[in-house]
């Protein structure tokens, strides 16, 4: 029998917006997460893959008889056989670039160094190792092509010849008048600065671990892959097995960035191992193939024109890019046109113009990393700020603050139709310069100049879209792809212990504690009481076509869908309590662990009323279901452009801005941080120690890339930093202290005005870049790329020093 009590008033503080100390950090802490590799089935293979030395090269012939007369050896694989097996992937591309053939292994070329030609599944991996020695491969080599834009010369080598040109895209975005701009500005700058090709280092490389099942015919694969369900789309037509016969399962991933988005190619290519064989398959990426192989990011070159007034009123933008996407496109071209949601940053000149052209080369293939082709455009974007500064001797700060979009334009539609959902980008820099108490390290600055050590203060202010809408690439054939969703399910059993499920994937973003906190304040629990559900299975976890931890779009449709499965069980919920203790749904609130009458001020434990629902459901009204769960899928509210030929927007856009202050060696070349201030806009925070993670951890990855990652290639299309020793990562040791601060300006468009803002590393790249030149102007040095290289640097100095001794 169902006990109702009376209630005792106690005021009831929300979840949402404490920095609880994450619950999934117990078991990653203390070496109890369940990754990929942890994963041992009774006769499981191991897989090594045999890798093209070449950048280019046709493949003659490839010889694996001795490799599998040796003991231990179970198959190999080759590229002629996985063409017979599997048909090429599909390609997001329009023609010519839509008839590219790109599979998961070499298939009669090989087109960079590092792309797979050949595989060993063995009885342990050093047995594989040993047998790929086995294996012999002849080649002939061909004429490669490494630079983007030589790759549009007319006798320049073809990377795919079967499309008959090395460019995959081109597009032009043309909004108000730019040549109108041009002909009236009082000084038109122009600079041309080139983008560098680094990426992300997660702890864990890719793994996969396949196992086919001969008799349901399912193939099940384990794996750390980010973005589940859009790949559906890859495996099931390129396997020739049906999309319900393929279960992908990830447990904890040791971080992502973009990277694991496109290792779909070696989730299929294990797939093939296991049904060749007839056993589970493991496959580990080593260090140094990710490196080689593991989603570069987009390298682009920039010609850049921007007209000004004296004043330092921005008119407009003319922007020529060339986007050099490696041999194969995969995600692409979706990086050639997703920057156009924030072609203008945060500043409000309307007249934008982008020639845009997208090439092959004989480097690695490109693919999302954090910030993924937006980090590009800000840079430039935030570099160009700079440029305007330093031609018309003003601050930097004070032409930010003078084209800055202001916080009561807001929600404000840009040049491209995105609608930017809030917030205040001065009060952000006025924030940040503050903070670092600005006009004293000017002053400082001053001094320094009679020195060989100089000071250089760099400042960007990023804007970041997250929760993207599919619609946004309108990229044939898929006009009918847009939008975005994500599923939730939430399961109160008959003991009243409450589970939730998310199909968002985390990779390490902390969405155990935050889904717990949104799930707490809805039900009136504590978030102690709720179990959600580590990773990943297509199986049970509710996921859509767009599942998946990318683009900040987590605290946006994770919320969105956690609301929606939340508002439907307490829906329920209250049916069964209000029939319990006789009175009307609608008086129904949850706090405590209790459904509360608001009139009567009685109540009935969350546990009474599980117990009713599942198992003594007869006292119910006839026709009521039995049981309390509830599943939602959440769909993101775009609307559509309100200009023509503008872009369907992103739901939220968060921003920040950053503080650097360097002091260079102008003997040398060498500089360091002795100081860095971030201010950041997220809107509603859900767990703010989450966010300044997030915010370290961002700032960490762009100083990275601005300091020390670099994909440098040689003249032979080898890379020259495959390794650790020659690819810097920065360790803590080599980022400084993190002054930040936040500002909370609740988003216009997302569930509880949140906004996603896990990929904030591009700002730092504008900062540092812009406290490098601040540094060496003095000198008449100018500095063109994002990678500040000091021996490049120190050639700079020299070479003006040289000059001006003539």
């Given at each position: 029998?169902?006990?109702v009590?009376?209630?005792?008033e106690?005021?009831?503080?929300?979840w949402?917006?404490?920095?609880l100390?994450?619950?999934?950090?117990?078991?990653?802490?203390?070496?109890?997460?369940?990754?990929?590799?942890?994963?041992?089935i009774?006769?499981?293979?191991?897989?090594?893959?045999?890798?093209?030395?070449?950048?280019?090269?046709?493949?003659?012939?490839?010889?694996?008889?001795?490799a599998?007369?040796?003991?231990?050896?179970?198959?190999?694989?080759?590229?002629?056989e996985?063409?017979?097996?599997?048909?090429?992937?599909?390609?997001?591309?329009?023609?010519?670039?839509?008839?590219?053939?790109?599979?998961?292994m070499?298939?009669?070329?090989?087109?960079?160094?590092?792309?797979?030609v050949?595989?060993?599944?063995?009885?342990?991996?050093?047995?594989?190792?040993?047998?790929?020695?086995l294996?012999e491969?002849?080649?002939?080599?061909?004429?490669?092509?490494?630079?983007g834009?030589?790759?549009?010369?007319?006798?320049a080598?073809?990377v795919?010849?079967?499309?008959?040109?090395?460019?995959?895209?081109?597009?032009?975005?043309?909004?108000?008048?730019?040549?109108?701009a041009?002909?009236?500005?009082?000084?038109?700058v122009?600079?041309s600065?080139?983008?560098?090709?680094?990426s992300?280092?997660?702890?864990e490389?890719?793994?996969v671990?396949?196992?086919?099942?001969?008799g349901?015919?399912i193939?099940t694969i384990?794996?750390?892959?980010?973005?589940?369900?859009?790949?559906?789309?890859?495996?099931?037509?390129?396997?020739?097995?049906?999309?319900?016969?393929?279960?992908?399962?990830?447990?904890?991933?040791?971080?992502?960035?973009?990277?694991?988005?496109?290792?779909?190619p070696?989730?299929?290519?294990v797939?093939?191992?296991a049904?060749?064989?007839?056993?589970?398959?493991?496959?580990?990426?080593?260090?140094?193939?990710?490196?080689?192989?593991a989603s570069?990011?987009?390298?682009?070159?920039?010609?850049?024109?921007?007209?000004?007034?004296?004043?330092?009123?921005?008119?407009?933008?003319?922007?020529?890019?060339?986007?050099?996407?490696?041999?194969?496109?995969?995600?692409?071209p979706?990086?050639?046109?997703?920057?156009?949601?924030?072609?203008?940053?945060?500043?409000n000149?309307?007249?934008?113009r982008?020639?845009f052209y997208?090439?092959l080369?004989?480097?690695?293939?490109?693919?999302?990393?954090?910030?993924?082709s937006?980090?590009?455009?800000?840079?430039?974007?935030?570099?160009?700020?700079?440029?305007v500064?330093?031609?018309?001797?003003?601050?930097s700060s004070?032409?930010?603050?003078?084209?800055?979009v202001?916080?009561?334009?807001?929600?404000?539609?840009t040049?491209?139709?995105?609608?930017?959902?809030?917030?205040?980008?001065?009060?952000?820099l006025r924030?940040?310069?503050?903070?670092?108490?600005?006009?004293?390290?000017?002053?400082?600055?001053?001094?320094?100049r009679?020195?060989?050590?100089?000071?250089?203060?760099?400042?960007?202010?990023?804007?970041?879209?997250?929760?993207?809408?599919?619609?946004?690439?309108?990229?044939?054939?898929?006009?009918?792809i847009?939008?975005?969703?994500?599923?939730?399910?939430?399961?109160?059993d008959?003991?009243?212990?409450?589970?939730?499920?998310?199909?968002?994937?985390?990779t390490?973003?902390?969405?155990?504690?935050?889904a717990?906190?949104?799930?707490?304040?809805?039900?009136?629990?504590?978030?102690?009481?709720?179990?959600?559900?580590p990773?990943?299975?297509?199986?049970?976890?509710?996921?859509?076509?767009?599942?998946?931890?990318y683009?900040?779009?987590?605290?946006?449709?994770?919320?969105?869908?956690?609301?929606?499965?939340?508002?439907?069980?307490?829906q329920?919920?209250?049916?069964?309590?209000a029939?319990?203790?006789?009175?009307?749904?609608?008086?129904?609130?949850?706090?405590?662990?209790?459904?509360?009458?608001?009139?009567?001020?009685?109540?009935i434990?969350?546990?009474?009323?599980?117990h009713?629902?599942?198992?003594?459901?007869?006292?119910?009204?006839?026709g009521?279901?039995?049981?309390?769960t509830?599943v939602?899928?959440?769909?993101?509210?775009?609307?559509?452009?309100?200009?023509?030929?503008?872009?369907?927007?992103?739901?939220?856009?968060?921003?920040?801005?950053?503080?650097?202050?360097?002091?260079?060696?102008?003997?040398?070349?060498?500089?360091q941080?002795?100081?860095?201030?971030?201010?950041?806009?997220?809107?509603?925070?859900?767990?703010?120690?989450?966010?300044?993670?997030?915010?370290?951890?961002?700032?960490?990855?762009?100083?990275?890339?601005?300091?020390?990652?670099?994909?440098?290639?040689?003249?032979?299309?080898?890379?020259?930093?495959?390794?650790?020793?020659?690819?810097?990562?920065?360790t803590?040791?080599?980022?400084?202290?993190?002054?930040?601060?936040?500002?909370?300006?609740l988003?216009?468009?997302?569930?509880?005005?949140?906004?996603?803002?896990?990929e904030?590393?591009?700002?730092?790249?504008a900062?540092i870049?812009?406290?490098?030149q601040?540094?060496?102007s003095?000198?008449?040095?100018?500095t063109?790329?994002?990678?500040?290289?000091p021996?490049?640097?120190?050639?700079?100095?020299?070479?003006?020093?040289?000059?001006?001794?003539?």
């Amino acid at each position: 029998m169902s006990t109702v009590t009376q209630l005792v008033e106690k005021p009831a503080k929300p979840w949402v917006g404490e920095s609880l100390k994450r619950k999934e950090d117990f078991r990653l802490l203390t070496g109890l997460g369940k990754f990929c590799d942890d994963i041992k089935i009774s006769g499981m293979g191991h897989a090594a893959l045999l890798l093209s030395p070449y950048p280019h090269a046709r493949i003659l012939e490839i010889n694996s008889a001795e490799a599998e007369k040796l003991p231990g050896v179970i198959c190999t694989l080759t590229g002629d056989e996985v063409a017979k097996l599997t048909v090429p992937f599909f390609q997001f591309s329009s023609p010519p670039a839509k008839s590219l053939k790109d599979y998961c292994m070499a298939v009669g070329e090989a087109r960079y160094v590092g792309e797979p030609v050949a595989a060993v599944v063995a009885e342990t991996r050093a047995i594989a190792e040993d047998a790929l020695q086995l294996i012999e491969v002849s080649y002939e080599i061909l004429d490669h092509v490494l630079d983007g834009r030589k790759a549009l010369a007319p006798d320049a080598p073809l990377v795919h010849r079967e499309i008959g040109t090395n460019l995959v895209f081109y597009g032009k975005w043309d909004y108000g008048d730019i040549d109108q701009a041009i002909g009236k500005a009082d000084k038109v700058v122009k600079r041309s600065l080139h983008f560098h090709r680094f990426s992300s280092t997660p702890i864990e490389t890719t793994v996969v671990v396949a196992n086919y099942d001969k008799g349901t015919g399912i193939l099940t694969i384990n794996c750390n892959h980010q973005m589940p369900g859009m790949h559906y789309g890859y495996f099931s037509p390129t396997l020739k097995i049906p999309s319900n016969k393929i279960r992908i399962i990830a447990g904890d991933v040791g971080g992502a960035f973009g990277n694991k988005i496109n290792n779909y190619p070696h989730m299929v290519l294990v797939s093939l191992l296991a049904i060749k064989s007839g056993r589970p398959v493991k496959w580990v990426e080593e260090r140094s193939e990710h490196l080689l192989t593991a989603s570069h990011g987009n390298e682009r070159d920039f010609d850049v024109e921007i007209p000004v007034e004296r004043d330092g009123t921005i008119l407009g933008m003319k922007v020529t890019a060339w986007d050099n996407c490696g041999a194969h496109t995969r995600t692409e071209p979706q990086g050639a046109k997703i920057w156009a949601k924030i072609a203008t940053g945060c500043y409000n000149f309307r007249n934008f113009r982008m020639d845009f052209y997208q090439t092959l080369s004989n480097k690695a293939p490109v693919g999302p990393n954090r910030g993924y082709s937006r980090m590009q455009h800000m840079w430039v974007v935030e570099r160009s700020i700079e440029e305007v500064a330093r031609e018309l001797g003003l601050d930097s700060s004070e032409v930010r603050f003078k084209n800055f979009v202001q916080s009561r334009e807001m929600p404000y539609v840009t040049v491209s139709g995105a609608i930017y959902d809030g917030g205040d980008y001065a009060e952000s820099l006025r924030r940040a310069l503050k903070l670092a108490n600005y006009s004293k390290w000017r002053a400082k600055q001053i001094e320094s100049r009679e020195t060989k050590k100089v000071i250089g203060i760099g400042l960007a202010t990023g804007i970041q879209p997250g929760a993207p809408n599919y619609g946004e690439g309108k990229i044939p054939p898929l006009e009918g792809i847009s939008g975005n969703s994500e599923g939730a399910l939430i399961s109160i059993d008959s003991m009243g212990q409450i589970t939730v499920a998310m199909g968002t994937l985390p990779t390490g973003q902390g969405h155990e504690t935050f889904a717990s906190q949104i799930v707490a304040d809805e039900l009136g629990v504590a978030p102690d009481k709720i179990l959600v559900l580590p990773g990943f299975d297509t199986a049970f976890t509710p996921h859509t076509p767009f599942s998946g931890a990318y683009a900040s779009r987590c605290a946006v449709s994770g919320t969105g869908a956690l609301l929606g499965a939340a508002a439907k069980i307490k829906q329920k919920a209250a049916l069964v309590a209000a029939y319990l203790m006789r009175t009307s749904e609608s008086k129904i609130e949850f706090r405590d662990g209790y459904a509360i009458d608001r009139d009567n001020r009685k109540k009935i434990s969350l546990q009474q009323i599980a117990h009713v629902a599942w198992k003594n459901y007869s006292v119910l009204p006839e026709g009521m279901e039995p049981g309390l769960t509830a599943v939602n899928y959440w769909r993101s509210p775009y609307s559509f452009p309100k200009i023509p030929g503008g872009i369907v927007e992103e739901l939220t856009f968060a921003y920040h801005s950053h503080v650097a202050v360097i002091e260079m060696d102008t003997e040398t070349g060498k500089f360091q941080i002795l100081d860095y201030f971030i201010v950041d806009d997220c809107g509603k925070q859900i767990n703010p120690m989450i966010v300044e993670g997030q915010v370290h951890g961002a700032a960490a990855h762009g100083i990275g890339g601005a300091m020390y990652e670099n994909f440098e290639y040689d003249e032979s299309g080898q890379l020259r930093s495959s390794t650790f020793v020659d690819y810097l990562v920065p360790t803590s040791l080599e980022i400084p202290h993190l002054t930040t601060a936040s500002i909370e300006t609740l988003s216009l468009s997302a569930p509880l005005g949140v906004r996603g803002m896990g990929e904030g590393g591009g700002t730092p790249l504008a900062a540092i870049s812009n406290a490098v030149q601040d540094a060496l102007s003095f000198l008449g040095v100018t500095t063109t790329d994002s990678h500040q290289n000091p021996y490049l640097i120190y050639g700079l100095i020299k070479a003006k020093e040289k000059n001006a001794a003539r």
